[in-house]
């Protein structure tokens, strides 16, 4: 009988007879073809996707394209050279290749998948393959075609939740639920008809599931590199609004968020409120214990930032050791219990360190209507020179004065 050398393979999808084969695509070069697409594919993306920008997507989807281009090696050498364990490792790297498709769309869903999922598949899978010997069962096979289709079906639901480019999502979960559906139909027959049935052979022999695996790797690739593009970019705009030490919006993204914000202000009881932050004696810290004790009290004022401020509020990096504040819905008063809460945190996450408690000085002003961004940062750093004077550690209210 000749030897099956597809995806699910000789021992997962059977064989066929004289009688039952009536066109038999030749299958050594449908392997050519099929391995050097996924080669080629796994070294272009490599290159220009991912080496670009590291992307956790790029990754999963270089090595995707890498277990293909493996599998159809393993099967090429068996169905040439008669090496069955060659075959055997191959069937393992299709099911590998299949979950790391799987860890992609996981990864681009916004949540890590299990470096060591693929690996743990392929070492089972081939060594169950190794120890079904020349007579496999039919379970047996159906299990590794299940498997498969369990690892694309997952992945377009992953995708399905993802926050990806929409186009390209719509593609990827399209293709992915369809060769879902192909395995699934395929374990079915093998259950119900045998893998020697002339439906069978009809419908999923060699020749078809390769022709049919070629176009989906293709629009998968255009798919994965439209998403790794995406998730670089957006990472790079990330990069490009924070400042790196403290997590916060770094001045220039700050002042374009604030200008935009204060616009939209209608009313002059809409309440927008900017306070303009400065750590006390951080100079003193720098010259007594270093700039790299001065940077964790840095880190750690903008870290309670985070856990103060609500999701509706602009906090960033002025420069230095200053910081600036955009309070929604509140007036300079209201903001002084934020303010006094920043500096309750900052002094408990300072405490016992080689420097001491530390805090921080506050001015504060409330946003007028047709007030210009630049105007109303005068009125808040007047303010906190005012709470510099009058001992630090403390709140002031420019419109009190």
């Known amino acids: ?34 391995g050097g697409t996924a080669l080629t594919m796994a070294v272009l993306f490599y290159f220009d996707v991912y080496r670009r ?15 293909f281009a493996v599998t159809a090696a393993g099967f090429l050498l068996d169905e040439l050279l008669g090496l069955e364990w060659a075959y055997d490792v191959g069937v393992g790297f299709m099911v590998a290749a299949n979950a790391c498709i799987w860890g992609g769309a996981r990864s681009i869903s916004g949540r890590s998948a299990p470096k060591f999922v693929p690996v ?41 939740r993802a926050p990806a480019v929409a186009r390209s999502k719509a ?35 060699p020749g078809v599931s390769l022709v049919a695996a070629m176009p989906v790797l293709i629009v998968a690739s255009y798919s994965m590199t439209s998403f790794a593009t995406a998730q670089l970019t957006a990472e790079l705009t990330l990069l490009a609004s924070t400042d790196l030490l403290t997590g916060l919006l770094n001045r220039r993204a700050f002042m374009e968020a604030a200008a935009r914000r204060m616009a939209a202000v209608a009313d002059p009881d809409d309440g927008l409120v900017l306070v303009i932050a400065d750590l006390d004696r951080l100079k003193a810290v720098n010259d007594t214990f270093g700039h790299p004790v001065g940077d964790e009290v840095i880190s750690l004022f903008g870290s309670v ?76 750093d007047q303010a906190l020179y005012a709470a510099k004077r009058s001992g630090r550690n403390r709140f002031v209210n420019a419109e009190d004065g």
């Open 120 to 160: 743990a598949l392929w070492a089972i899978v081939t060594l169950a393959a190794f120890g079904a010997g020349e007579a496999p069962s039919n379970l047996g096979r159906a299990i590794v075609v299940a498997l498969m289709g369990i690892a694309l079906a997952w992945a377009a639901l992953e995708m399905r």
């Open 53 to 67: 920008g590291r992307a956790e997507i790029a990754g999963w989807w270089c090595a995707a394209v890498g277990f």
């Open 171 to 205: 593609i990827f979960v399209l293709v992915a639920a369809a060769c879902s559906a192909y395995y699934f139909a395929r374990t079915i027959g093998l259950l119900v008809l045998g893998p020697e049935h002339h439906i069978f052979q009809g419908l999923f022999s």
């Open 305 to 380: 930032c985070r856990q103060t401020v609500r999701s509706t509020d602009l906090v960033g990096r002025y420069g230095g050791e200053e910081f600036i504040l955009l309070l929604d819905g509140a007036d300079a008063a209201s903001a002084e219990p934020v303010c006094q809460r920043i500096n309750d945190l900052l002094a408990a996450g300072s405490e016992g360190t080689a420097q001491g408690r530390v805090s921080a000085s506050f001015g504060a002003t409330t946003v007028r209507q047709h007030d210009t961004l630049d105007g109303t940062i005068r009125r808040a």
């Open 1 to 34: 009988m000749d030897r099956c050398s597809d995806a699910a393979g000789r021992k997962a999808c059977g064989t066929s007879t004289s009688e039952d084969a009536q066109v038999e695509l030749d299958r050594p070069t449908l392997l050519v073809v099929f």
